[in-house]
């Protein structure tokens, strides 16, 4: 199918450019950005004036809910979500049920991913069999299925023996792994400890559940020189640690989710269980650190943590509610609220969700790796065409996805997405 | 503009007469909270009965809980005496309805069982909506249901009506 | 951020759940007192019973068991004329995996106009009121650590009782403060009529440091904590704090903590001792002091049941 976006401004934060243009695309791939031969006929002409023209979001963090968890999310309603939020490839979460750790689930996986031919699905493997913290998985015949990497989702090996040879061993080959600073006893607690959750009566995260988690696994990147990958900060005292070690030269790369990046344990407020997250919410002074990390560099990529939940699991007294919140469909414009709100220019707004996740991503995309995040002719044609100042308001009822909790419910975000290009076909259009 | 002139301390003179012919001997004097009570105060006095007069309050029994809830300020019962076996002469400002009345004598009969109940009160203004009866008012009217009629207790113990026409 | 009403609170912001003491105006707290000394009068009557629920059915929930608690909201709603229904649920319902938002919806269904609830986990009265229909009260017997607003309020009406006037006391909470759904709301409360010196008095496992920003002095010195106190309030201590590593054993407590005739003897000579119940004897508590002038522990008990006869009718006359 051929397409032509017309006179959109097209934005590439990977290059830098930044104009009004045509993008001629066919077969899948962009054929010209600009100067589009007038030989060019295309099938299908999309009016792209007044809109921005961005790579496709790349998102890092999302469940899909499938295998086993299809009371809260089908990948067939997920992956509408995702290309509704304008999101053109995603990295989903191991802790399925069951968990991917076998190369046959993540096959099954891709397969059927790629048959509903919307958003590439980028699987992370398990890291130990069933995230038990015991018995690596096979991460070479994993890595030949697909997988970018390797996680243990919310599960924190206490264990340090065992996190060490799993390190060592996925060093070996070049593995990345990705882990959720969070030690395993002091990481109990159901909101952060502070003023707030004492006064509440909820039991309390310190700050140094992240902080000593974050030490131990610099500690043995150190010793194995493995590739990590640190998944949703939430502390200063956290950023702080991974801005020393960046600047010590350590192989990390970190994230940051857009709850984190917008909200603070206030925002509980009368024990509203759509605020029931993990990591949890922490106070004024690490949203503003993670904001200022963000902006910085510090923390590379922003995510939207995607984990829709059961109503059920949400009908519950706080400390007993299922932890996540529905987030694709909110990644654009809770990134351009935060773009807006620092006063940053919007392609660098945009980076955090186009180029530097697939920065994060590197090798493991194999050969997608040079055009994927960005916009190059010759690249694959993913791309995010969006109204920047058109505000909507976000009604739970109208999301695609199964999850309908957000914290963000009733709120008016900035930026619509009007139309979702994934390997050069329509995946989504709202004009 | 009030066209309504009640001298208060006129009609508390012809209520002091009044009670005095309804007395039995040994007969308590109970006032109802607001109006009332002050009544009872300086009637107990004035009659020369010695020791003090009870307070009833109908907040306990009101009909009307659902709709107005626990008022703040609506008095609370303090009868220094036993009830059982004696006579009571209820005093109160202005008898209207009848349900603070009805609510009143539920009240009482929480303490134990009277020999006899009587209602004496200041003014009368009709629209009784219970059989309620008072064996004495000083003055006896007709008066719109947009009228508020209420008893004033001044500085020096003296007695006005307060008198509030329209919602 | 969206603005949030306090669901305990009417438009008209009158009281219509008591979930917390926790955002109530000081006026709403006086009335509830003042209409509580009413109802002792009540109960010192011989007819102890009074119509204002009189046709309405009140629904016990315990999640948690208490049969202390549960017996004076009994004989409260019992005196209001109310039908009281216990439902014990931790042997029933729930066991069979029904959750909290079905046992609410069925027992609405049996036409409940007021939910007594005391839950394991902080905040799910919250959760069931936002829930239930609007004509139902909920009133917040203990959720988790967070709340226990009825004892917080017969606490305040005992210090009234005793002191008079809270704008010039010092008023010590001793113990397991932490874990406590009594400390919190005797210190909300504590605050908003006005008492000038809440001190919390613990070790800091138990006492932790951001207890300040609700507006108490921390103290990890019992001496320094109970020095002219005119109330001293002791908190139960549970025998889970020492298998969570936050305390030793109940005799290192008792030494540094537990209230002895000694220790009363650096607060007010007219100090009065309070404690929510039950009393663990010499553990935080000697019996000589439990027992003695200066305890006024079995009045509270007398005092509790005025108090929730006071919240119970002051909610249920108030519309949603």
Redesign the interface.
């Given at each position: 199918m051929k397409i032509l976006i017309k006179n959109g401004r097209v934005i590439d934060p990977a290059s830098g450019r930044d104009e009004t243009a045509d993008i001629a695309i066919a077969a899948g791939r962009i054929v010209s950005i600009g100067q589009v031969s007038p030989e060019f006929h295309a099938s299908r002409k999309i009016n792209a004036t007044g809109l921005i023209v961005a790579p496709g979001l790349v998102d890092l963090a999302v469940r899909l809910r499938e295998p086993g968890h299809e009371h809260e999310g089908m990948l067939e309603s997920e992956m509408a979500a995702a290309v509704a939020g304008g999101v053109t490839s995603l990295v989903c979460l191991p802790d399925t049920d069951p968990v991917l750790d076998e190369p046959g689930l993540v096959e099954m996986l891709k397969f059927r991913a790629r048959n509903l031919n919307q958003a590439h699905v980028y699987p992370l493997g398990a890291l130990t069999r069933k995230l038990e913290g015991e018995v690596l998985t096979e991460m070479a015949e994993l890595t030949e299925a697909g997988c970018v990497g390797f996680s243990q989702a919310e599960v924190p090996i206490n264990d340090t023996l065992v996190m060490h040879r799993a390190l060592q061993y996925a060093a070996t080959f070049g593995y990345t792994t990705w882990l959720r600073p969070q030690d395993g006893f002091l990481g109990n607690g159901v909101a952060a400890k502070g003023a707030l959750a004492t006064r509440m009566g909820l039991s309390g995260v310190p700050a140094i559940a992240e902080t000593i988690a974050l030490n131990t696994i610099f500690e043995l990147v150190r010793d194995t020189q493995a590739r990590v990958h640190l998944c949703r900060l939430s502390s200063a005292a956290g950023i702080e640690l991974v801005r020393r070690a960046k600047a010590e030269g350590l192989p990390i790369t970190c994230d940051v989710s857009v709850n984190h990046l917008h909200l603070t344990d206030v925002d509980i407020g009368y024990f509203n269980a759509a605020m029931r997250l993990t990591p949890p919410l922490r106070q004024q002074r690490d949203r503003d650190a993670i904001r200022a990390g963000l902006a910085d560099g510090t923390i590379d990529a922003l995510v939207s943590d995607h984990t829709p939940v059961d109503e059920d699991m949400k009908a519950l007294p706080f400390a007993e509610a299922e932890p996540g919140a529905t987030g694709l469909e909110l990644l654009l414009s809770l990134a351009l609220q935060w773009g807006e709100e620092s006063g940053l220019p919007i392609a660098q707004t945009l980076s955090k969700i186009t180029s530097a996740p697939v920065r994060v991503l590197g090798e493991s995309l194999g050969s997608l790796a040079s055009s994927a995040g960005k916009l190059v002719q010759g690249g694959v044609a993913d791309l995010c065409i969006f109204a920047p100042d058109e505000r909507w308001a976000v009604q739970p009822g109208a999301l695609k996805s199964q999850g309908k909790h957000t914290p963000f419910a009733g709120y008016e975000l900035p930026g619509k997405v009007k139309c979702t290009v994934v390997s050069g076909h329509v995946a989504h259009e709202a004009f | 503009m009030s066209t309504l002139h009640l001298d208060a301390e006129a009609l508390y003179r012809d209520l002091v007469g009044g009670v005095r012919g309804l007395l039995q001997p040994d007969a308590l004097l109970v006032g109802i909270w607001s109006g009332g009570a002050w009544l009872a105060e300086r009637l107990q006095q004035d009659l020369k009965l010695g020791g003090e007069p009870g307070v009833i309050s109908s907040?306990?029994?009101r009909d009307d809980?659902?709709k107005?809830?626990?008022s703040?300020g609506s008095g609370?019962?303090?009868l220094p005496f036993e009830i059982e076996g004696r006579h009571v002469v209820l005093i109160d400002d202005v008898l209207y309805t009848g349900r603070t009345t009805r609510a009143v004598i539920?009240e009482l009969?929480?303490?134990?069982r009277p020999a006899s109940v009587t209602l004496a009160v200041l003014v009368d203004r009709g629209g009784r909506e219970l059989p309620i009866h008072p064996a004495y008012s000083a003055a006896r009217m007709t008066l719109p249901a947009e009228c508020r009629l209420s008893l004033a207790r001044g500085d020096a113990g003296r007695f006005s009506f307060n008198i509030k026409e329209g919602e | 951020m969206l603005s949030r009403r306090n669901p305990q609170l009417n438009k008209n912001g009158e009281l219509i759940h008591l979930l917390s003491i926790e955002g109530l105006p000081r006026a709403v707290l006086h009335q509830i007192l003042d209409t509580a000394g009413t109802f002792l009068s009540v109960n010192e009557r011989e007819v102890k019973k009074v119509p204002l629920l009189r046709g309405k059915s009140v629904f016990n929930l315990f999640f948690e068991n208490s049969t202390r608690t549960r017996t004076t909201f009994e004989i409260a709603a019992t005196r209001l004329s109310a039908d009281v229904i216990n439902l014990d649920i931790a042997r029933s319902s729930t066991a069979k995996g029904e959750s909290l938002l079905d046992t609410i919806a069925n027992l609405s269904a049996m036409h409940a106009d007021m939910f007594v609830v005391r839950h394991g986990e902080s905040g799910a009265p919250y959760l069931i009121a936002q829930h239930c229909a609007p004509h139902v009260h909920v009133v917040n017997a203990g959720d988790g650590r967070h709340a226990h607003p009825t004892q917080g309020l017969l606490d305040m009406y005992t210090i009234k009782h005793y002191k008079q006037d809270f704008t010039n006391l010092t008023v010590a909470i001793v113990g397991d403060i932490v874990h406590s759904r009594v400390a919190r709301s005797d210190i909300h409360a504590l605050t908003t009529l006005g008492v000038p010196e809440v001190r919390a008095v613990g070790p800091k496992t138990l006492v932790p440091g951001d207890l300040t920003d609700m507006g108490v002095r921390v103290c990890h010195d019992m001496a320094e904590g109970i020095r002219g106190a005119d109330v001293i309030i002791m908190l139960r201590l549970q025998n889970e704090r020492m298998s969570g590593a936050m305390l030793p054993s109940a005799g290192e407590f008792f030494k540094n903590y537990g209230l002895t005739q000694e220790k009363l003897a650096l607060a007010k000579p007219d100090a009065i001792v309070m404690h929510p119940g039950p009393i663990n004897r010499g553990v935080e508590i000697d019996s000589s002091v439990a027992d003695g002038r200066q305890s006024v522990i079995l009045p509270q008990v007398t005092f509790g049941i005025a108090v929730r006869m006071a919240v119970m009718s002051t909610i249920s006359g108030n519309n949603a």
């Open positions: - | 907040a306990l029994h809980f659902d107005r809830g626990m703040a609370q019962t303090r539920n009969f929480d303490f134990g | -």
